[in-house]
């Protein structure tokens, strides 16, 4: 049976990161935040304030996917995964997401303390 690979996903200040991080410690699986990813036009669009496009985000897909490919045992990796095209395109794996739901206040309450490229 093949490994699963499990993504944490999101809106921005759900905890993508944090659950993820926790999730791969307990059951000893290496950690891939996700944003780590983005190729650097992509860093510079979104902190220019412009919106990336579904071309923008499949280079960063295929980036993610090459990792689960990398790690046959499994990982655990943050990735928003907002659309069901994006996570079609993940499936070429065996995935497992893990969908985070926090209030409106804790988001915007955690987007307006961060220091990072993504609002």
Partial sequence: ???THFITMGVAGCGK??????LAERMNLPFFDGDDYHPTTNVEKVSAGIP?????????LA???EV??????????????LKKIYRDFLRQQPVQ????IVSEA????RVRLREHFFP
């Fill in 1 to 3: 049976m093949a490994a």
């Fill in 17 to 22: 990161t944090t659950v993820g991080a926790t």
């Fill in 52 to 60: 990336l496009t579904d071309d923008d985000r499949m280079p960063w």
């Fill in 63 to 65: 980036a993610l996917l």
């Fill in 68 to 81: 689960m490919q990398n790690n046959p045992h499994g990982t655990v990796i943050s990735c928003s995964a």
């Fill in 97 to 100: 997401f893990v969908f985070l």
């Fill in 106 to 109: 804790t988001v915007l309450e």
